[in-house]
């Protein structure tokens, strides 16, 4: 490959192109790679020369990368970037690209890393290659999440950072308890010192292994993900309204996430001393216990199990009276077990649930026609089945038709006395931080399935500081700018770059960092962090 000069007869035009050999047949022809353009004096036609050669060192780069020992060029990238001059006297037809970096991540993340104290959790004197390898294994988590050969191998080739796969191991060994509860009790202050908690939203879930083998942590139990024959643990989160975390636990697979004593060991441990717990559904026997204890909570109503004679009054929504706040819904209340019921009903909730049960009726009759047995196992289909004469399926009019008394109906049950109507239904709408939170630990963070047998290695520590470090952005970003998704932001993170250039002649190393995106200017600015777009040289 080579820069060609063509000229024009009869004309000054003269084209720049790059062109390479390929054989056709027994003939070498040339054919053309890049036009790179049409200069009309000699000036324009050194530039282009230039020009063309730096496409060609950064074309051939692309099919025979060179890579350099990069965790000082990494770290120097990203640090010298942010007080570079942005003076290049250098010729550009000997510079040659090296590498192109991530650096939008360790920028930004790396921050709100440091911001946390997350960075003080291993102390650097006794284990300062341990504290490197967790902060660039918690990088790579929010980059890429993937498993930590994964994670090693992601890190070398976008970030240029070089970490062994032992030194991972032995690092996630050195997370032992004390270390655990020092990352709950920085990331609990972090959340705290931005707003008090006055509400807690409380949750859990299942972590599947990919093994069915037991020990004092890996049971099996109830799984979430439809894995029961694999053992499991079970995950306890805690997050304020705005979705910060407070704290995390870790319980044995076979225990009840229902129970009460999961709530009270949290907040015992975490020194939440007054919190809301707001759940989708606990037991009629947890909510006596929570009641024992002193514990404030509102939990979703299992409205169809009531007594008969209260559900009479649930369904005449006509004698509801208009919720305070909102234009169309109605709410009505009523004193259950001690506790208060509080039900609203959504003119347009009811729409939406009409709506789905027809699109639910019409495919069982579509299935219905082509293989009725099929529909035996189905758990939702069963709602509007009967079996008549023969084991013969049909669609039961009765269940459709008492599934749309309950249309736009959704009831809580709570112990607040001191809080309205209101208050305790916005309580229970925020109950979407927690659920948004296990989406983005289950699927954005890939937190499962877990390969690991070792104990301080199923803590699941790096992915709780990892799930900070987005949640803490992705606030931080919503108050001061707008809010972002914390997929939106990574994306815009991931695509903050910079290409590092060579010299064949000096051997001096220099920064070209991409244009960055609009949101990834907002992302920065939210941070503090300068945002440079000028060439730089290492030094």
């Given at each position: 490959?080579?820069?060609?000069?063509?000229?024009?007869?009869?004309?000054?035009?003269?084209?720049?192109?790059?062109?390479?050999?390929?054989?056709?047949?027994?003939?070498?022809?040339?054919?053309?790679?890049?036009?790179?353009?049409?200069?009309?004096?000699?000036?324009?036609?050194?530039?282009?020369?230039?020009?063309?050669?730096?496409?060609?060192?950064?074309?051939?780069?692309?099919?025979?990368?060179?890579?350099?020992?990069?965790?000082?060029?990494?770290?120097?990238?990203?640090?010298?970037?942010?007080?570079?001059?942005?003076?290049?006297?250098?010729?550009?037809?000997?510079?040659?690209?090296?590498?192109?970096?991530?650096?939008?991540?360790?920028?930004?993340?790396?921050?709100?890393?440091?911001?946390?104290?997350?960075?003080?959790?291993?102390?650097?004197?006794?284990?300062?290659?341990?504290?490197?390898?967790?902060?660039?294994?918690?990088?790579?988590?929010?980059?890429?999440?993937?498993?930590?050969?994964?994670?090693?191998?992601?890190?070398?080739?976008?970030?240029?950072?070089?970490?062994?796969?032992?030194?991972?191991?032995?690092?996630?060994?050195?997370?032992?308890?004390?270390?655990?509860?020092?990352?709950?009790?920085?990331?609990?202050?972090?959340?705290?010192?931005?707003?008090?908690?006055?509400?807690?939203?409380?949750?859990?879930?299942?972590?599947?292994?990919?093994?069915?083998?037991?020990?004092?942590?890996?049971?099996?139990?109830?799984?979430?993900?439809?894995?029961?024959?694999?053992?499991?643990?079970?995950?306890?989160l805690m997050v304020t309204r705005e979705g910060l975390p407070i704290s995390y636990e870790v319980f044995p697979g076979s225990t009840y996430e229902g129970h009460s004593l999961v709530l009270q060991d949290m907040q015992r441990r975490h020194q939440v001393e007054r919190a809301v717990c707001v759940r989708g559904m606990l037991s009629a026997a947890n909510l006596d216990a929570m009641d024992k204890i002193g514990g404030e909570y509102v939990v979703g109503a299992r409205l169809r199990n009531l007594p008969v004679a209260l559900q009479k009054q649930v369904l005449e929504t006509d004698a509801y009276v208009p919720l305070e706040g909102s234009e169309d819904r109605r709410v009505g209340e009523w004193e259950h077990k001690g506790r208060r019921l509080i039900v609203v009903f959504c003119p347009?909730?009811?729409?939406?649930?009409?709506?789905?049960?027809?699109?639910?009726?019409?495919?069982?009759?579509?299935?219905?026609?082509?293989?009725?047995?099929?529909?035996?196992?189905?758990?939702?289909?069963?709602?509007?089945?009967?079996?008549?004469?023969?084991?013969?399926?049909?669609?039961?009019?009765?269940?459709?038709?008492?599934?749309?008394?309950?249309?736009?109906?959704?009831?809580?049950?709570?112990?607040?006395?001191?809080?309205?109507?209101?208050?305790?239904?916005?309580?229970?709408?925020?109950?979407?931080?927690?659920?948004?939170?296990?989406?983005?630990?289950?699927?954005?963070?890939?937190?499962?399935?877990?390969?690991?047998?070792?104990?301080?290695?199923?803590?699941?520590?790096?992915?709780?500081?990892?799930?900070?470090?987005?949640?803490?952005?992705?606030?931080?970003?919503?108050?001061?700018?707008?809010?972002?998704?914390?997929?939106?932001?990574?994306?815009?993170?991931?695509?903050?770059?910079?290409?590092?250039?060579?010299?064949?002649?000096?051997?001096?190393?220099?920064?070209?960092?991409?244009?960055?995106?609009?949101?990834?200017?907002?992302?920065?600015?939210?941070?503090?962090?300068?945002?440079?777009?000028?060439?730089?040289?290492?030094?």
């Amino acid at each position: 490959m080579f820069v060609r000069i063509k000229t024009t007869p009869n004309s000054p035009r003269r084209s720049v192109q790059l062109v390479e050999g390929v054989r056709d047949g027994g003939k070498v022809r040339q054919r053309i790679v890049r036009h790179i353009g049409v200069a009309m004096d000699e000036d324009e036609l050194e530039r282009l020369r230039r020009l063309g050669e730096y496409v060609k060192a950064k074309l051939e780069d692309e099919h025979q990368p060179s890579l350099f020992a990069p965790d000082t060029i990494a770290d120097q990238v990203i640090r010298v970037g942010r007080q570079g001059d942005g003076k290049l006297p250098v010729d550009l037809k000997q510079l040659e690209e090296e590498q192109r970096l991530i650096t939008g991540i360790h920028e930004v993340y790396g921050e709100m890393y440091r911001q946390l104290g997350l960075d003080g959790l291993l102390p650097r004197s006794r284990y300062r290659a341990s504290h490197d390898a967790l902060f660039h294994v918690v990088m790579a988590r929010i980059a890429n999440p993937d498993s930590k050969r994964g994670s090693v191998r992601r890190l070398e080739e976008d970030f240029g950072v070089s970490l062994p796969l032992e030194k991972v191991y032995r690092m996630m060994d050195q997370l032992d308890a004390p270390v655990i509860n020092h990352l709950r009790r920085r990331v609990g202050e972090a959340s705290r010192s931005l707003l008090p908690v006055a509400v807690l939203f409380f949750d859990c879930t299942t972590l599947y292994f990919e093994t069915a083998v037991e020990d004092e942590l890996r049971q099996h139990g109830f799984s979430k993900d439809g894995k029961h024959r694999d053992s499991q643990v079970l995950l306890a989160l805690m997050v304020t309204r705005e979705g910060l975390p407070i704290s995390y636990e870790v319980f044995p697979g076979s225990t009840y996430e229902g129970h009460s004593l999961v709530l009270q060991d949290m907040q015992r441990r975490h020194q939440v001393e007054r919190a809301v717990c707001v759940r989708g559904m606990l037991s009629a026997a947890n909510l006596d216990a929570m009641d024992k204890i002193g514990g404030e909570y509102v939990v979703g109503a299992r409205l169809r199990n009531l007594p008969v004679a209260l559900q009479k009054q649930v369904l005449e929504t006509d004698a509801y009276v208009p919720l305070e706040g909102s234009e169309d819904r109605r709410v009505g209340e009523w004193e259950h077990k001690g506790r208060r019921l509080i039900v609203v009903f959504c003119p347009k909730r009811a729409r939406k649930d009409a709506y789905e049960r027809r699109h639910q009726v019409q495919r069982l009759l579509e299935r219905l026609k082509r293989n009725p047995k099929e529909l035996l196992s189905h758990h939702g289909a069963k709602r509007f089945i009967a079996v008549e004469g023969d084991a013969r399926l049909t669609v039961n009019p009765e269940k459709i038709a008492e599934a749309e008394r309950w249309d736009g109906l959704a009831g809580v049950v709570t112990n607040l006395r001191d809080a309205s109507t209101a208050e305790v239904m916005a309580h229970y709408h925020g109950l979407w931080q927690v659920e948004e939170s296990f989406r983005i630990t289950k699927h954005d963070l890939k937190v499962r399935p877990i390969w690991h047998w070792n104990e301080n290695r199923i803590r699941i520590a790096i992915a709780f500081m990892a799930f900070a470090c987005v949640r803490h952005l992705a606030y931080r970003v919503a108050i001061q700018k707008k809010r972002m998704s914390p997929e939106v932001i990574r994306s815009a993170l991931v695509h903050r770059q910079c290409s590092v250039l060579s010299c064949r002649q000096s051997g001096n190393r220099y920064v070209i960092p991409s244009k960055p995106t609009p949101v990834a200017e907002q992302i920065y600015a939210t941070m503090g962090l300068p945002l440079t777009i000028t060439p730089y040289q290492l030094v």
